[in-house]
């Protein structure tokens, strides 16, 4: 079974942190490249951050640039997502995806991605 588990939302304040997980099993993350998506109410899932299965080189959208870090642990199949400085806009169903072609736009919509988690939920409000 190919599944994808995130794990760690939660609530926060503004300007507060928190760690997502992305934990894999049923098949070998270093063969995948990983994305984050996230979707507001109201709003199209949007990819805001992936790391690629070769070299780890990340990317990031503008909106989150300088403020989350991605990495991933292949020997712990687990990809984390480190979001510092949150803000309500960020207030989104958060996940995780896998793609293992080798072709994908990171901040789309995610139709290239193989394998998706079920989302964790992260609310930034005072």
């Known amino acids: 079974q190919l599944q994808l588990v995130e794990s760690g939302g939660g609530l926060v304040q503004p300007g507060g942190s928190l760690r997502l997980s992305c934990t894999v099993s049923?098949?070998?993350?270093?063969?995948?490249?990983i994305g984050w998506f996230r979707q507001a109410p109201g709003k199209e899932r949007e990819g805001f951050s992936c790391?690629?299965?070769?070299?780890?080189?990340?990317n990031y959208s503008d909106s989150v640039k300088g403020r989350f870090t991605i990495s991933r642990d292949n020997a712990r199949n687990t990809v984390y997502l480190q979001m510092n400085s949150l803000k309500p806009e960020d207030t989104a169903v958060y996940y995780c995806?896998?793609?293992?072609?080798?072709?994908?736009?990171?901040?789309?919509?995610?139709?290239?991605?193989?394998?998706w988690g079920q989302g964790t939920q992260v609310i930034v409000s005072s």
């Open positions: 995806a896998a793609v293992r072609r080798p072709s994908y736009d990171c901040r789309g919509h995610g139709s290239e991605f193989d394998i």
């Open positions: 049923g098949f070998t993350l270093a063969y995948y490249a």
């Open positions: 790391i690629t299965k070769r070299s780890g080189t990340t």
